[in-house]
C-alpha cells in the first residue's frame, strides 16, 4: 500500500517510493537477521567481522563510520566479539592512543565459513528482480545516497 496523501503528484510519487523503500529495507533486514539466527550473530556483528574481513584492521570510529552506527552502539558490538573471541583490540605501537580491531583466527575461520552462504543468500533475495532492475535500481540508490545531508535545509524535509 502507497501513501494516502492527498496533495500534489509530485509529493505523492516522493512518498510513495520512500514508503515503499522503507518496506523493502525492513523486509530484507528481517530476511538477513533471521538468516544470520543460526549463526548466533546480529547483523551489527556480521557487519563488523565483513569489514575487517575485507578491509583489514580498523579504528573502531571507522568502523563505525563504515557501517553507519553509532560510537557507542559499535563499542557494545565489539565488546561481544572481543568477548567470543572473535576479534581482539590492538594498541598502536607508535601512538598507544590508536586503538585497531584486527580478527582473530576464529573469527577468520568464521566469516570465511559465512559470507559466501550470506552472498548466496542476497543473490536469491534480488532475483525477484532482473539483472536490469538490480542495476537500476543500484544507480538510482547510489543517487539517492549521495544527496547531501544539508538536502533538507531546501524546503524539501523536517525543517525545511
Known amino acids: 500500500m502507497g501513501t494516502k496523501h492527498r496533495g500534489p503528484d509530485r509529493e505523492r510519487r516522493a512518498l510513495d517510493a520512500y514508503i515503499k523503500l ?6 530484507l533486514s528481517a530476511l538477513e537477521t533471521a538468516s544470520l539466527r543460526e549463526t548466533g550473530l546480529t547483523e551489527s556483528r556480521f557487519g563488523v567481522l565483513e569489514a575487517l574481513f575485507h578491509v583489514g584492521p580498523l579504528r573502531q570510529s571507522d568502523l563505525a563510520s ?44 568464521l566469516i570465511e565459513d559465512l559470507f559466501p552462504r550470506h552472498v548466496a543468500a542476497i543473490v536469491n533475495w534480488f532475483s525477484v528482480l532482473g539483472l536490469d532492475e538490480q542495476r537500476r535500481l543500484s544507480a538510482a540508490l547510489r543517487r539517492l545516497g549521495r544527496q547531501e545531508s544539508t538536502t533538507h535545509g531546501r524546503g524539501g524535509g523536517p525543517g525545511g
Open 22 to 27: 522503507r518496506r523493502a529495507a525492513n523486509t
Open 66 to 109: 563504515k557501517l553507519l552506527c553509532s560510537a557507542g552502539n559499535l563499542t557494545t558490538v565489539v565488546d561481544n566479539l572481543e568477548r567470543d573471541g572473535l576479534v581482539e583490540r590492538r594498541r598502536g605501537e607508535a601512538d598507544r592512543r590508536t586503538v585497531t580491531v584486527h580478527l582473530t583466527s576464529v573469527g577468520r575461520e
